[in-house]
């Protein structure tokens, strides 16, 4: 199973951008669809975005279109979110996630997901 690490979050001003990456470990990146979800306090865990394993499609949820971009370097075995213009309700735990489905819109389902990371705390300031 791969195991995966979280890095590069923080604290930052609305309108500010944070990269996250997501370090794999135990199996090649390239045999897994990944992805990114967040949990804010108080709330369900939700989709933010997803990356097929090549990396051809991407799959974002609304709230953050236009301003985030997942993206992914197999070579480096890592993914990365990088998140721009940064509101505060953006604030949350941001975890990656290797799921065996490759592609496709299943990848926005965390039950689609059987390798998690430890998550990395975004915080966004107004």
């Known amino acids: 199973q791969v195991q995966l690490v979280e890095s590069g979050g923080g604290l930052v001003q609305a309108g500010g951008s944070l990269r996250l990456s997501c370090a794999a470990s135990?199996?090649?990146?390239?045999?897994?669809?990944m992805g990114w979800f967040r949990q804010a306090p108080g709330k369900e865990r939700e989709f933010v975005a997803a990356?097929?394993?090549?990396?051809?499609?991407?799959y974002y949820t609304n709230s953050v279109k236009g301003r985030f971009t997942i993206s992914r370097d197999n070579a480096k075995n890592t993914v990365y979110l990088q998140m721009n213009s940064l509101k505060p309700e953006d604030t949350a735990i941001y975890y990656c996630a290797a799921s065996a489905i490759l592609s496709g819109g299943s990848l926005s389902r965390p039950n689609a997901y059987n390798s998690w990371g430890q998550g990395a705390q975004v915080t966004v300031s107004s």
């Open positions: 990356i097929t394993w090549n990396g051809d499609s991407t």
């Open positions: 135990g199996r090649t990146l390239s045999a897994y669809g």
